[in-house]
């Protein structure tokens, strides 16, 4: 296994916030206790294996800027084995536990099924050997069904039964290399599984035939004993105009209608939130009020690029938002902070790597300090306690529990009289969450 891709950068430690070391974490202090667990684990950082090793960095305009050395550019599996050495070598330096895949990141397709599966079993074989060496784990995988121009039509939701065999084929394979990964999680993101134009689409057997394939993949979970977790990523557009899982309340819709809810939850990610006209707040709260929050994938958007930009995620009020989420909920079970994030196109050596991550682990060290001094600090949960009060009282128990009528409720009101209103107090509340970003 080779160990010198990243020979002259070192294992990025902790200095505290007075450091002036770049290669070095100001906040993130992996040991550091906030609310009763390490920082590592509230915060649960992976790695994206596609943007780290995978993405070169191109635009619509230009090719690829990033410098991999290690790489030969060809789609062997010895090409396939190096990146895995390189990328291992990259979590242990930068201290990142955690990591996510797809299938056809991590090893390319052979000319039939048989051998591209044959390629991904031995990538995975190398991937758990040095699982078992460095002591990183995996946090979710997931198969490419989006890359390949056979799903140019979309993989369970194509026109074309064949291609939905070969989906399930990828599912299958991707479900036992995570499997054998000792994944805490799964992903579903169908980057295709929407449409461009109605006119050729039939949307009610399109939406049947996903959830064919979730029910399948769920049954097969089952029967290969795979516990971990299976998510649903929401997100609008890009690349189809319009996609099923447009947002998290359109996929709790869609996990209700199919009778999948007990069995997924969502994995939300901050630009598809954006692109789906939200704020990343908001799709947390309505994963979160429906007990459906797995987990996050931590980038963010460009405010003036209407695309997905995938950032790393450096904005404070975004990660202490977010954390005020995740601990609100008791923190992460079986999901964690996946960095779904890409460097710059002018971002392309190879150190900027780890630029990008401390970026990133830093922001969500302080965002994560920052929800857990607004919540210990209790004026903002007391507000909150406050405001929804007369909720507690018998007449709102009795409304909360279904034991009134609306007649009654009249009677009431008549009775009551005109009630007295108090302010949201929005701007104050603003203030006093500032007061903790400093
Ligand atoms: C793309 C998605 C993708 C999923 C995994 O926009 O974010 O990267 O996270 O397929
Ligand atoms: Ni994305
Ligand atoms: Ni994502």
């Keep these: 296994m080779s160990q010198d891709a990243f020979a002259d950068i070192p ?17 993130y202090d992996a040991e550091a206790v906030v609310e009763g667990r390490s920082m590592a684990d ?32 060809t789609d062997s599996v010895d090409n396939a084995l190096r990146r895995v050495d390189v990328f291992f070598e990259f979590l ?45 784990r995996l946090l979710w995988g997931t198969a490419c069904l989006f890359a390949h121009p056979r799903y140019v039509h979309g993989a369970a939701t194509s026109c074309q039964v064949d291609v939905f065999a070969h989906a399930a084929s990828q599912v299958r394979r991707a479900l036992d290399a995570t499997h054998a990964l000792g994944g805490l999680g799964y992903v579903f993101w169908g980057g295709r599984e929407g449409y461009s134009t109605l ?13 064919c394939l979730l029910h399948m993949a769920v049954d097969y979970k089952q029967r290969i004993g795979f516990s971990g977790d299976f998510f649903i990523e929401p997100k609008p557009m890009e690349p189809t105009t319009h996609q ?35 704020s990343m ?51 992460f079970t079986n999901g964690g902070l996946n960095f779904d994030a890409k460097r710059r196109r ?12 401390i970026s990133g682990m830093d922001a969500f060290a302080r965002g994560l300090k920052a929800a857990a001094a607004i919540r210990a600090d209790g004026r903002l949960g007391e507000f909150l306690q406050a405001r929804y009060a007369s909720w507690d009282s018998e007449l709102g128990q009795r409304i909360e529990s279904g034991g009134i009528t609306l007649e009654e409720l009249e009677g009431h009101a008549c009775e009551a009289g005109e009630p007295g209103l108090v302010s949201g107090r929005q701007e104050m509340l603003e203030a006093l969450f500032n007061e903790f970003l400093s």
């Design 11 to 27: 294992v990025i430690a902790y200095e505290g916030p007075d450091s002036r070391n770049a290669l070095a974490f100001k906040h």
């Design 42 to 73: 509230q915060l649960r950082f992976a790695c994206a294996y596609w943007h780290t090793m995978r993405n070169p960095l191109g635009d619509p305009f230009g090719v690829g800027t990033a410098q991999t050395p290690w790489d030969d550019g």
């Design 92 to 136: 242990s330096k930068i201290g990142i536990q955690w990591y996510c895949f797809h299938d056809r990141d991590v090893a390319p397709e052979g000319v039939d099924i048989p051998s591209t599966n044959d390629n991904l079993h031995r990538v995975v074989e190398a991937m758990a050997s040095h699982q078992q060496a460095g002591g990183q």
């Design 199 to 211: 006119l050729n689409t039939d949307m009610h057997r399109e939406r049947e035939h996903l959830a």
């Design 244 to 278: 099923y899982d447009s947002d998290a309340a359109a996929c709790l819709n869609f996990l209700r209608e199919f009778g999948l809810m007990d069995h997924f939850t969502l994995n939300i990610e901050t630009n598809h939130a954006t692109l789906a006209g939200h």
């Design 281 to 331: 707040e908001h799709e947390l709260a309505v994963a979160a009020a429906a007990g459906s929050l797995g987990s996050i994938d931590a980038n963010m958007g460009h405010p003036h690029l209407g695309w997905d930009t995938d950032q790393f995620p450096t904005d404070l009020q975004l990660t202490t938002r977010i954390m005020l989420q995740v601990l609100g909920m008791g923190g």
């Design 346 to 357: 002018e971002s392309f050596e190879p150190v900027d790597l780890f630029h990008a991550h």
